[in-house]
């Protein structure tokens, strides 16, 4: 069975300091990725996407993902977060059209 | 073009009730789900459809139920209301390809 691991549940970082946050997923066959926000209060908003081509995927406010195939993982990265980044981040896998897979999140809480 | 939109943003209900939370697309997208979110667990996907007339169970579909009569509209129906079904629902549509567009949510808290 598909799934995802996300490895940190909590990270707090200092403004300006660079983010990673890590994805694994499990499954042979092609898939595509996804990273959605959740910012508090709100509904979840997609980040970034990949489908297949250049493995490092830029999306929407400064992060990026790095697909990389050998390693079953997607992580996303953003080279220094601001206060307003203070949110959940979901990584999600699909193998078909319609199931997403979702890894459990990770909580970002950016001090100022 | 309002996308997906659910209703109500916020329920309380007492334990037993039943309730119905609404889904509803303008996109014309065929596939339609729902998801449970639950702390520290992520999204869970309760049922979906590829289809009018066409649904089926997802990772936990027990205590919901679903139909699916139009392409528009995808209801989630809780027929007797626990406390365990306390959590955030989100309803999901796509056109048959891989990314999939969800609503705002509901937050529904079973008392």
């Known amino acids: 069975a598909q799934s995802v691991s996300q490895h940190n549940h909590h990270v707090i970082l200092s403004e300006a300091a660079s983010l990673e946050l890590g994805c694994n997923y499990s499954?042979?066959?092609?898939?595509?990725l996804f990273w959605y926000v959740q910012y508090p209060g709100q509904h979840l908003q997609l980040l970034l996407k990949?489908?297949?081509?250049?493995?490092l995927v830029k999306g929407i406010k400064g992060f990026e993902a790095e697909f990389i195939k050998s390693k079953f993982s997607f992580n996303l990265r953003k080279p220094s977060v601001q206060w307003s980044d203070t949110a959940e981040y979901f990584c999600?896998?699909?193998?078909?059209?319609?199931?997403?897979?979702f890894g459990t999140g990770t909580r970002l809480k950016v001090l100022a | 073009n309002a996308g997906v939109t659910q209703t109500p943003k916020f329920q309380v209900l007492k334990t037993g009730q039943s309730m119905t939370l609404q889904c509803a697309q303008d996109?014309?997208?065929?596939?339609m789900s729902w998801y449970r979110q639950d702390p520290g667990m992520g999204l869970r996907l309760i049922h979906y459809s590829v289809g009018a007339g066409i649904t089926d169970q997802g990772e936990v579909p027990n205590g919901y139920n679903v139909s699916r009569s139009t392409t528009e509209d995808f209801p989630l129906r809780l027929l007797s209301a626990a406390p365990s079904q306390t959590s955030v629902y989100f309803c999901a549509s796509n056109a048959g390809g891989p990314e999939a567009f969800f609503g705002q949510g509901t937050r529904l808290t079973v008392v």
């Open positions: 499954y042979g066959g092609t898939v595509n």
């Open positions: 999600a896998v699909s193998s078909g059209t319609y199931k997403y897979i």
């Open positions: 996109m014309n997208h065929e596939y």
């Open positions: 990949y489908f297949s081509g250049d493995p």
